[in-house]
């Protein structure tokens, strides 16, 4: 698949615009998915468990493998069924709005072939969270084998009034809650003015709590959702333990850690100056590094899903090694094609690898 990919359905992606090859990919898996949906039903299994890995039981929910989908990919919850067939133990769709909204102006996708990375200003676009949830109450009834998360977002005409913004999103999670396995909370991508200001202690805190209320009112019991926080690279240690420690204290069971960065450090793309969010192997350091402080000042107890420039084996053991749980790609799909998902699961999911996490050995 790699090579197939590589020297064949590649080149013909990067003939067209980053945003057009994306929404063709989006079509096909979509068409994809109805095949795997199909199989699904008929008792196939999907979800990949690599020969001598034992799968992990988090948030309430057994992960076949520890390698996911990062939000982005699949932002209307199109092809739910088809990430396990690849290979992945579980993927985040979204991220979702209350809103319908468009984002930004195009083009506001870039590819940077020669860093391998991406840069977007897509802005929350999307259906909106009453029309994704209609389509994925559908789709869900034939269970995907692997755990489904849901990011959510504010929508932009809420953005920058605090009250405004906890009941937007508490509205979205209700929406949504009966669809996820885990909810995160977006307060992280550079692409809505303001967004990024909900990372302050007094704000996470509200918003955190509000989604955990709408989340206990759907009446699910034991299956109710964890709620998580997907945070910036860009926030220096002292803010980020600040928001984490209010967001854990306010009921959030985990982390997503880390969005995509405004640092330009190292590129050598001539694209690089594109206003964006920046993805790939130049975040990677950073990601491995918040991992670290996060699990460090919060603890065994705190859930924490490393993402940022994994690419092969030894980054997404990188990641675990610091303190992550599970580890979530996206950008390297991109260059590297749908085979790198079910060769990392593989690789991670080794009996040794296993066995050192388990006492703490790095």
Do not use: C
């Not at 509200?206 to 699910?220: M, P, T, Y």
């Amino acid at each position: 698949m790699s090579l197939l990919y590589r020297h064949l359905l590649r080149p013909g992606f990067f003939w067209v615009d980053a945003e057009t090859a994306h929404h063709a990919v989006l079509a096909s898996l979509r068409f994809a998915n109805g095949a795997a949906r199909l199989a699904a039903a008929a008792g196939l299994p999907l979800a990949t468990t690599p020969r001598g890995y034992q799968p992990v039981r988090l948030l309430g929910r057994l992960f076949p493998n520890r390698i996911g989908l990062a939000a982005g990919m699949d932002k209307n919850g199109v092809a739910p069924h088809i990430w396990a067939y690849l290979g992945l133990g579980f993927v985040e769709i979204g991220t979702v709005t209350w809103e319908p909204q468009a984002g930004n102006p195009r083009p506001r996708l870039f590819r940077l072939a020669s860093d391998e990375a991406l840069i977007n200003r897509l802005g929350f676009p999307g259906l909106g969270a009453e029309n994704v949830a209609r389509r994925l109450d559908r789709l869900l009834r034939t269970n995907p084998g692997i755990p489904i998360g849901i990011n959510i977002g504010a929508s932009r005409s809420v953005v920058g009034d605090a009250s405004a913004e906890a009941r937007d999103q508490a509205r979205t999670a209700r929406q949504m809650g009966r669809q996820a396995d885990f909810l995160v909370v977006n307060v992280s991508s550079p692409n809505t003015p303001g967004l990024r200001d909900q990372q302050a202690p007094e704000r996470i805190t509200r918003l955190v709590e509000s989604v955990g209320s709408a989340l206990v009112s759907l009446g699910l019991g034991l299956t109710t959702p964890a709620v998580l926080v997907k945070l910036s690279p860009d926030l220096d240690d002292a803010t980020m333990i600040a928001v984490a420690r209010a967001a854990t204290a306010a009921g959030a069971a985990g982390f997503v850690a880390v969005n995509t960065t405004l640092n330009r450090k190292d590129l050598h793309s001539p694209l690089a100056a594109e206003a964006g969010g920046l993805s790939g192997p130049a975040l990677h350091a950073r990601a491995t590094e918040v991992i670290g402080l996060l699990r460090r000042d919060l603890g065994q107890k705190a859930v924490l899903i490393g993402v940022g420039g994994v690419q092969d084996g030894r980054s997404a053991r990188s990641l675990l090694e610091a303190g992550a749980d599970l580890v979530e790609l996206y950008t390297a799909l991109v260059y590297q094609g749908p085979g790198l998902a079910r060769r990392l699961a593989f690789e991670v999911g080794s009996t040794g690898f296993i066995r050192s996490l388990a006492a703490g050995e790095t």
